[in-house]
């Protein structure tokens, strides 16, 4: 308050045009210092983190956690002031997951950590004990053809038994030198043998489990370790009757070894999901209008949709978090923006970026008055690096619009300009195929591909939430200048680097549909 009254006097005493830039850059440094201290000292990240990751949980594409976190952010952009609403992009097959429970029950007894994978059958209401059987190493198909009827009756273990639970970090820290590289050779053999006795099933990793249904398999069990102490990854299952489950290392090695040293181990699973037939799916869009360029666009953009191994804390609640308190703040310190500010909740990304996708289909309007996006989806670390994702003349306004992030933030970032369009990893890429200036805000790892992507462990626990106020303040900053700024962002696209394996011309990635309707063969 102060300072905006004394630079009120100092206007008053320089020529007019001069006073005009000198207002519009003391104007936003003035907002800029609001926002910083909006973001610091108000911050709603850990409200946001809590009702979204601890009551809603994952979100999963056609579950109805999904639906209820889509209504959830419409009532909190609401509450705030800004117009909200979920559209509909498609459909999906709709599945809650219920309560997973895996016993060893001989021959003794102990809890296992595990659950089904996403989309997994039931073992319809009740729970199902069993004896275990290994994938057998066969000559061939035809042997494997042959065996197929032991498993009637049984769990089918399908996974390779890691020899260490521990991560090579650990391994690198303590072990010596010669043990760590034996190690590492008899792992390599034993994970080329185990793909082999994969493959001489004649199955693939997608058509073993529906075989082995098929052939009276109670039930499919696997381990699909995560490189890192106590986490896995969790994914979808592949069979349409029985359960698949996926149980952590230390207790799959233990089933494992109990079967194939001959003890009949026997394993109770209840796994108690729900199928829900095909549901409408959403993204939830937010929307600030502007005031003078109403039909140009400045977007935050975070896919909404989640595993649901864990609650989908960093892959994308963070992403989520950090647009959501953007706009928040936004809204707040600069309701009347010169162009229209939106934000995306994508669905459905991790099947392909299929609410992105359908988005930029449906609104070639707001592609076309696109003048940047901003995106973020990888992990709770602090933006560390922006590319130019190939415009030629990116390095104009992202340069321009960076030198005046606060240096606390800008600091830790490295760009990249023109840079290249990339391989698509998320809904960023979605808009740079339709040809329109979208950004990938990314993140310093915090061991996001071990730990958290995909995980059992991707938890409220792992958020860093200085790092989080930190890209709030970017993305925010960010959003107001590219809103503000007198000039309309340039689409252009640089020649692309010519590919050392073909010869060929680097080629700028072609728009892909989306998948409309899903989870469904
Ligand atoms: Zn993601």
Known sequence: ?????????????????????????????????????????????????????????????????????????????????????????????G?????????????RVKSLEGMQLAWSPSTNGKAVTAETIIVPDLADSVAFDKWLPAVKGKFVLISMNQPTGRP??????????????KMKQQRAAQTEAWRKRIAKTGYTARTLPLALEKAGALGIVMSNWSQGFGVNKIFSAYTKKVPTIDISLEDYG???????????????????????????????????????????????????????????????????????EAMR???????????TILVGHWGSEEQGLNGSRAFVEDHPEIVKGLQALFNQDNGTGRVSSISGQGFLNSYSYIGKWLSKVPDSVR??????????????????????AAGAPAFSLSSLSWSYGNYTWHTNRDTYDKIVFDDLRNNVILTAVLAYLASEDPTTTSRERSILPVNPRTGEPGQWPEVRKATRKGGVD
């Open 1 to 93: 308050m102060l300072i905006a009254r004394y630079l009120g006097v100092f206007m008053g005493l320089v020529s007019c045009s001069l006073a005009g830039i000198l207002n519009a850059q003391n104007n936003d440094s003035l907002i800029i210092q609001r926002i910083v201290a909006e973001a610091n000292q108000n911050s709603q990240l850990t409200t946001l983190a809590h009702e979204l990751l601890d009551v809603i949980g994952p979100r999963l594409v056609g579950s109805p956690k999904m639906q209820q976190a889509n209504n959830w952010a419409v009532a909190k952009y609401k509450g705030w002031g800004i117009d909200s609403r979920n559209e509909k992009w498609g459909e999906w097959r």
């Open 95 to 107: 599945w809650d997951r219920g309560i997973s429970h895996i016993d060893l029950v001989y021959p």
């Open 168 to 181: 090579d970090y650990n391994w690198t820290e303590f072990a010596t030198k010669e043990s760590f590289d």
């Open 254 to 324: 233990l089933v494992y070894r109990l079967t194939e040293n001959s003890q009949k181990p026997k394993m109770s699973i209840r796994a108690e999901s729900k199928e829900m037939g095909m549901v409408p799916t959403f993204n939830t869009i937010a929307e600030i209008k502007g005031t003078e360029k109403p039909d140009e666009y400045v977007m935050l953009s975070a896919h909404f949709d989640s595993w649901d191994g864990a609650s989908g804390a960093t892959d994308n609640g963070t992403g989520t978090f950090t647009m959501m």
């Open 329 to 339: 703040i936004l809204k707040k310190l600069y309701p009347n923006p010169k162009r």
């Open 411 to 432: 600091s830790h970032i490295t760009t990249s300009f023109p840079g290249s369009p990339g391989a698509g990893g998320s809904d960023f890429a979605s808009f740079v």
